[in-house]
C-alpha cells in the first residue's frame, strides 16, 4: 500500500521542526511576538484581555497576530510558517492539530514558565505532558452531545426516548423523511473535510467501536471492535435519505448553517457552536428553535462515551527573550480572567480552581452531565502523529458515501492507513 501523501508531508515537516526548534542563545531586543490563532485583538475579547494584560508586563512589545486558516481542517497554516522558517512564538489551536507540534526540542517546556498552573483541575494537564513535561495550556473545553431540534420533533410526533438506540433513531430519521419530503433531514454528515471527524468519531463510540485498546497507541483496533458496523450505518443513513444527498461533498461551513437553518433533527454538537448558528440562521430569516442536549443512541445497550475536546496554546522555543513574553501570553489567554470571559460569553465553564463564574448555560450543563454519567472517548487526540492518522479516514468516507466501497473493504482501508502511520 502507498504511503498516504500527508504522512511524507508531516514527515518532513518534522525534520524541519527539530532543525529550527533548537535553542540558540541570543541577545536581541524582543519588539514583537507573534501568535497564530483564529481571533484577533479586534474581535476577540479574550484575546484583547490576554494582550492588554501582557502589555502591562511588557508595554514596549507588540504581539502581532497571525491569521488561521482551518478553510481544509488540516495544520496548513503552522505548517506554512514552519516550512517558511519563521514559525510563531505562540500556537494556538484544537488540540488534534496542536498535538503534532508541541512536542519536545520545539515547543518550550511551561512548568517553570506560565504561574498559576496550580489552579487547574486535577488532571487537566496531564494530556499535555510528555514524559511529565508540559508542552501545552488548554483552554475550557467541551464535550459533545446529540443535540435535538424539538420544534421537529413535534411537527413528527417523536419523543426521544430515555436510553435511546440507533433503531430509535433510525426510526426518527425515517418520520422526518416522510414529512418534509427530502426538506429536511434526519442528521447530518459531511465528507469534504477532516473537520467532520468529530461526528464520525461520536458514531464509533456509539457502536461500541474502540479506535485503541487501552493503554496501547502501537495499532488501531478500530475493524476488530466492530468498525465496519458504524461505516454500514453510514451507508444506511445515505441509501435511505437520512442525510443530504450530497453530503459526501458537503463541508462543516455549509452543514453549520444548515443546522442554523434549522433542517437537521438531531446531530452530533457541541453547545458552544448553537448560540452564534442559530443567530446566523435567524439573520436569514429562518425561526429560532427550540432545542436540548441528549446522549448519543446506542447500538450496543451500553452509555455511549461522548467526545470532549478543545483548543490549546503552546510556544515555539527559541531560546531567546521571546520565549518567557509567550509563556506570559499563554498565561493569561488562559488565566481565571480569560476563563471568566468565555464562560460568561459562551457558557463553556472553566476548568480552573480559581474560576470567577460559574457556568449557567443550560446546554452546557446537559453535556456536562452526559460527560459525567458516561465518560469520555480514547481517539489519540493527544498523539504526535494524531494530525496525520486524523487525515485518513475522510477520503475513505467520501468513497463509502458515494458506495464505491463496502464496509469491510472501507474500515480494512482505514485500519491499515491508520496502523502505517502508526508504525512509521
Known amino acids: 500500500m502507498k504511503k498516504p501523501m500527508l504522512l511524507f508531508m508531516i514527515l518532513a515537516i518534522a525534520a524541519s521542526l527539530f532543525a529550527t526548534g533548537m535553542v540558540v542563545e541570543t541577545e536581541d531586543v524582543i519588539e514583537e511576538i507573534t501568535i497564530l490563532t483564529g481571533g484577533t485583538y479586534e474581535t476577540s475579547l479574550v484575546k484583547k484581555y490576554a494582550v492588554d494584560k501582557f502589555n502591562e508586563d511588557y508595554p514596549e512589545v507588540t504581539v502581532r497576530f497571525l491569521a488561521l486558516d482551518l478553510s481544509t481542517g488540516s495544520t496548513m497554516s503552522m505548517t506554512a510558517l514552519q516550512e517558511a522558517n519563521i514559525p510563531p512564538n505562540v500556537y494556538e489551536d484544537w488540540n488534534g492539530r496542536i498535538a503534532g507540534f508541541s512536542i519536545p526540542g520545539y515547543a518550550l517546556p511551561l512548568d517553570d514558565a506560565v504561574r498559576g498552573l496550580d489552579q487547574f483541575y486535577d488532571g487537566v494537564l496531564d494530556p499535555y505532558r510528555t514524559d511529565g513535561v508540559l508542552y501545552a495550556v488548554p483552554s475550557p473545553s467541551q464535550s459533545n452531545g446529540m443535540v435535538i431540534n424539538l420544534d421537529i420533533m413535534d411537527e413528527i410526533g417523536y419523543t426521544v426516548p430515555d ?219 493527544f498523539s504526535p502523529v494524531y494530525p496525520a492518522i486524523r487525515a485518513q479516514h475522510t477520503p475513505i468516507l467520501r468513497r463509502l458515501l458515494n458506495f464505491e466501497l463496502t464496509p469491510e473493504e472501507s474500515i480494512l482501508l482505514y485500519e491499515e492507513a491508520v496502523n502505517e502511520v502508526l508504525a512509521y
Not at 169 to 194: D, I, N, S
Request: aromatic share 14%.
Open 163 to 381: 436510553n435511546w438506540t440507533v433503531l430509535d433513531f433510525l426510526e426518527m430519521c425515517e418520520l422526518v423523511k416522510r414529512f418534509y419530503g427530502g426538506e429536511k433531514w434526519g442528521t447530518f454528515m459531511y465528507a469534504k473535510t477532516m473537520s467532520g471527524d468529530y461526528q464520525i468519531n461520536n458514531w464509533f463510540g456509539t457502536f461500541g467501536a474502540e479506535f485503541f485498546a487501552p493503554g496501547d497507541y502501537t495499532r488501531s483496533t478500530i475493524r476488530e471492535t466492530g468498525g465496519a458496523k458504524v461505516h454500514a450505518f453510514f451507508q444506511t443513513l445515505m441509501r435511505n435519505g437520512y442525510i443530504p444527498p450530497d453530503a459526501a461533498t458537503l463541508g462543516d461551513g455549509k452543514s453549520f448553517n444548515m443546522w442554523g437553518d434549522g433542517v437537521f433533527a438531531a446531530a452530533p454538537f457541541f453547545p458552544g457552536w448553537v448560540y452564534s448558528y442559530q443567530d446566523a440562521g435567524v439573520s436569514r430569516g429562518n425561526e429560532r428553535f427550540r432545542l436540548e442536549f441528549v446522549e448519543m443512541p446506542t447500538a450496543t445497550g451500553d452509555p455511549v462515551p461522548t467526545y470532549s475536546t478543545g483548543v490549546s496554546y503552546m510556544v515555539v522555543e527559541t531560546g531567546t527573550a521571546a520565549d518567557a513574553m509567550a509563556a506570559r501570553l499563554i498565561e493569561y489567554l488562559t488565566d481565571a480572567g480569560s476563563h471568566a470571559i468565555i464562560t460568561e460569553t459562551s457558557g463553556i465553564p472553566s476548568n480552573r480552581k480559581d474560576f470567577i463564574i460559574a457556568s449557567t448555560d443550560i446546554l452546557q450543563a446537559q453535556t456536562g452531565a452526559i460527560t459525567a454519567t458516561n465518560g469520555t472517548q480514547d481517539v489519540g487526540v
